[in-house]
């Protein structure tokens, strides 16, 4: 059984999906991928690299719920699509 995640960095994964426009156990593998490729098994420094991560994010200056906004958008003959009757 899986041990209890701490809370900080679960709040430091939350913030980082919400900057992403993904989900937290999507932004939690991407922290954890990320830990095992550099090595990184203690709780706090997976917290300072999905801080990192986080602060990458946020200097990228990529708004990426414009990208997904304009991702969904309808395009020409799609805008009249009907899904059901």
Do not use: W
């Amino acid at each position: 059984m899986a041990g209890i995640p701490d809370r900080a960095y679960n709040a430091a994964c939350g913030k980082l999906a919400s900057q992403l426009g993904i989900s937290l156990a999507a932004a939690r593998r991407k922290v954890d991928v990320k830990a095992s490729q550099q090595g990184l098994r203690e709780s706090a420094d997976k917290l300072a690299l999905a801080e990192q991560m986080l602060v990458d994010a946020l200097g990228n200056g990529t708004n990426h719920h414009e990208l997904l906004t304009s991702l969904l958008e309808a395009v020409g003959n799609d805008e009249n699509f009907m899904v059901e009757d």
